[in-house]
């Protein structure tokens, strides 16, 4: 009963961290560090998200050599979480020093001390986001039963990470509104035209080019501050020079009469 309590409480307060911090790698760290506090068989834990499919990004860890083994399964493309990616969404390893199916990975996770291992998937909406690693020093196997707990532990990652990514692409989405706009107003002012035929000019060149509209625009805006910068510091430059002195004019002698 204790033991369900104190995942209980945990769950509450990574709800709460998700709600109040807006720093994902603060969240994520405080969801591993609670599930390392509630589960006995567990030692550390870290969380790594999948920015691209099949590739993993440690965001959180409760010690360095697990932020290690996670960028080891990255390089390796090998290991508990990178097989919890992509087939099965929990892997659970007991005993490493006998295990044979990750031939690279395996032998330098002992050589950290780990004996025992599961990654769980970390999913939302029926996409990938990462995994949820846990790793045990002290034991050679992993209760099954803690598995059900695990899984809550995973879905309140799942959902940071998702928050995550949702605010990014909103900030990002803000951005480039405010950077097309910035383009479209200064092709209006070079060239004397409306508002649609700056941007359909706009669209036409990043379609010939083969990029998107935010990365012309971008172009365009940095281009003309850079023009501008040259522009101010040859003003400076021009101000900062003495002004020229007028030439002495040099008063001959008279001649003797």
């Known amino acids: 009963m204790d033991s369900h309590l104190s995942v209980a409480e945990a769950l509450t307060q990574a709800a709460r961290q998700i709600r109040i911090r807006p720093d994902l790698e603060e969240t994520l760290t405080s969801i591993a560090v609670a599930t390392v506090d509630s589960l006995s068989d567990i030692d550390h834990a870290g969380i790594?998200?999948?920015?691209?499919?099949?590739?993993?990004?440690?965001?959180?860890?409760?010690?360095?050599?697990?932020?290690?083994?996670?960028?080891?399964?990255?390089?390796?493309?090998?290991?508990?979480?990178?097989?919890?990616?992509?087939?099965?969404?929990?892997?659970?390893?007991?005993?490493?020093t006998t295990d044979t199916r990750w031939a690279n990975y395996t032998p330098q996770a002992v050589r950290y001390g780990v004996r025992a291992q599961m990654s769980l998937r970390l999913v939302f909406g029926g996409e990938v986001l990462g995994c949820l690693n846990l790793y045990s020093t002290q034991q050679t196997v992993i209760d099954p039963l803690i598995v059900p707990m695990v899984r809550l532990f995973a879905v309140h990652a799942s959902l940071a990470v998702e928050r995550a990514q949702r605010e990014h692409e909103l900030t990002d989405m803000v951005a480039t509104r405010k950077a097309i706009g910035q383009a479209v107003g200064l092709i209006m002012e070079r060239y004397q035209v409306d508002e649609e035929r700056a941007y359909q000019f706009l669209v036409r060149y990043a379609r010939g080019r083969g990029v998107n509209l935010r990365q012309v625009a971008d172009e365009l805006i940095t281009g003309t501050n850079e023009k501008y910068a040259i522009t101010a510091e040859d003003t400076s430059a021009s101000l900062e020079r003495p002004a020229p002195q007028p030439a002495k004019r040099v008063k001959r002698a008279s001649r003797p009469l």
């Open 48 to 96: 790594s998200v999948s920015p691209r499919r099949g590739t993993l990004e440690p965001r959180a860890w409760t010690a360095d050599f697990v932020r290690d083994l996670d960028q080891l399964q990255e390089a390796l493309s090998e290991g508990p979480a990178v097989e919890a990616l992509s087939a099965t969404d929990v892997v659970v390893v007991d005993d490493l």
